[in-house]
């Protein structure tokens, strides 16, 4: 398969809130048990960004089923007012969030000491090296493999609705062939996969209740096939794009490497953090109705009906943030083939793959540490209350960076070496299947999509991605009668 069609990622897990301002604990009070907020304490306003006077400010919540998710996710844009000299000209907006209210040391200390005695400290430190290491690099290739052979999947859909041999483009290519696909064949996909996608956003509601009253058989297969729709329909939305940009778009080097700066910090003016790029393996999630079914929703609002804000939400991450990141992606992914040992596909990929490793297992076990900065040293107390999000986007910057590699590096190694069937149809349904089944069997087949509502991360291994998914398959099997009995009936053998 050409190179240009050895681009592949899964549109990043999503759902992501603006940042907060960083909460220090000042030495001289904590006596007084109270968190100093870097906004409130000051006596004048040092920016306009917050400070907006809006008609029942306090009134704006939320939504209750739909959660924000993903890497800011922790700290969620809530709305309280502030001042009341002010009240009586509208409420302020403060993008101080109430998970940031006061907490008495001892309360904290005592919540600490209660989920340390839940698990040893021991088998905590195993969960903590164990989670990265399994889910980036066990499930990681089986998921790369699922979205690789769902991608050449609808690439030879795409050479038979063109009338061209159904391994156009997988065998080789070149740049000649891109003018081949016909607009009608490539909007045509992706608009059905558009409205797959609406429906999904609109019904999501009635998908929970329905699935909520079935047998948990029943519920755990209908969970799997709502998944597979879903993380197909992402595919076809992603080839599409992408193709789309191929064909119709000058393919000179400095073009496209402008086009993903370009989106990239059109991604930061926008909703103000690169989050948005981070898929796995920084994300993995678990299948469960609670994390798979509701569409995070990062929107703050007042007395509206549901099915606008699914509708607003579809539209933000379908169709605007989809956009952008697809082009930031596609224009790196690129340079890298053109670039990095074109002729040399296995070289090529080794060195992809060591790269995102290497970025990735810092950025993943030092994640506390590098929360942490600001309350050690003065420097970064310093950035982080004047540039509180810019910090984080370096990070995700580099975590994308990461994902780009890595999932180049897992995908060039399939595309060269795969191959089971004389029709090549054959070996990537097949594969597609099975991988999928597997990701089944694992409890994590929605990694393919990413989590889509908030998941519980009861240890906090990692505050800035939520990469609980090892530790939330540790809790169920502990959560089974069999291992909460088996203490007891050892005790009365004793």
């Given at each position: 398969?050409?190179q ?13 809130s603006t940042?907060?301002?960083?909460f220090l ?13 870097t906004?409130?304490n000051?006596q ?10 809006v ?9 209750e089923h ?19 000299e ?7 907006l ?12 001892d309360?904290?200390e ?8 839940k ?6 430190n ?17 998921l790369?493999?699922f ?16 009338g061209?041999?159904?391994n ?11 003018e ?5 064949s ?17 019904g ?8 909520k ?32 940009w ?8 400095y073009?496209e490497?402008?086009?993903?700066i370009a ?9 103000g ?13 678990y299948d ?10 990062p929107?703050l609002t ?5 099915w606008?804000?699914?509708?607003i ?20 992914y ?21 790269l ?21 040293y ?5 950035v982080s ?7 984080r ?16 590096g ?19 349904l ?21 989590p ?11 505050p ?7 530790s939330?398959?540790h ?12 203490p ?7």
């Amino acid at each position: 398969m050409s190179q240009n069609y050895q681009r592949r990622q899964v549109l990043s897990t999503r759902r992501q809130s603006t940042s907060l301002p960083v909460f220090l604990r000042d030495s001289d009070e904590v006596n007084l048990e109270r968190r100093l907020s870097t906004c409130v304490n000051v006596q004048r306003r040092l920016s306009t960004v917050s400070q907006l006077y809006v008609p029942h400010g306090t009134e704006y919540h939320p939504q209750e089923h739909v959660p924000p998710t993903g890497p800011e996710a922790h700290q969620p844009f809530l709305v309280t007012s502030v001042d009341d000299e002010y009240a009586s000209g509208g409420r302020r907006l403060s993008i101080i969030s109430h998970r940031f209210e006061p907490i008495p040391e001892d309360t904290s200390e005592s919540i600490a000491e209660s989920e340390l005695g839940k698990l040893s400290k021991f088998h905590r430190n195993v969960l903590f090296i164990c989670e990265p290491l399994i889910s980036g690099l066990i499930i990681f290739p089986i998921l790369v493999l699922f979205w690789e052979c769902g991608w050449n999947l609808v690439l030879i859909l795409l050479n038979i609705l063109n009338g061209f041999h159904v391994n156009l483009h997988l065998d080789e290519m070149t740049q000649e062939d891109f003018e081949s696909y016909t607009w009608q064949s490539l909007l045509g996909p992706y608009l059905i996969a558009q409205v797959i996608l609406l429906v999904y956003y609109l019904g999501q509601d009635k998908v929970h209740h329905f699935l909520k009253t079935q047998h948990w058989l029943i519920r755990a297969i209908l969970l799997k096939l709502h998944i597979l729709v879903l993380a197909s329909c992402y595919i076809v939305q992603w080839e599409m794009l992408w193709t789309i940009w191929d064909q119709f778009t000058p393919h000179e080097w400095y073009f496209e490497t402008t086009v993903s700066i370009a989106s990239l910090f059109a991604l930061i003016v926008f909703i103000g953090h690169l989050s948005d790029l981070i898929c796995s393996p920084f994300v993995f999630s678990y299948d469960s109705i609670e994390y798979c079914v509701f569409f995070g929703c990062p929107l703050l609002t007042r007395e509206m009906k549901t099915w606008k804000i699914n509708f607003i939400n579809y539209i933000l991450y379908e169709i605007i943030i989809s956009n952008l990141s697809i082009m930031t992606w596609r224009g790196f992914y690129h340079c890298l083939d053109e670039y990095l040992y074109p002729d040399d596909l296995a070289l090529s990929a080794g060195i992809c793959l060591i790269l995102g490793y290497v970025l990735y297992f810092p950025l993943m076990y030092f994640q506390t540490y590098l929360e942490e900065l600001n309350l050690k040293y003065e420097f970064w107390t310093f950035v982080s209350i004047n540039f509180p999000q810019f910090y984080r986007n370096i990070r995700h910057l580099l975590a994308f960076v990461s994902c780009v590699f890595a999932w180049r590096g897992y995908w060039v190694l399939c595309d060269a070496y795969v191959d089971i069937f004389y029709d090549y149809y054959l070996t990537y349904l097949f594969l597609y299947l099975l991988s999928f089944v597997v990701l089944c069997l694992l409890q994590t087949a929605s990694s393919t999509n990413g989590p889509l509502s908030n998941m519980e991360n009861e240890h906090n291994f990692f505050p800035l991605y939520p990469h609980c998914y090892v530790s939330t398959v540790h809790g169920k099997i502990l959560d089974h009668p069999y291992f909460q009995s088996k203490p007891a009936e050892e005790n009365t053998q004793l």
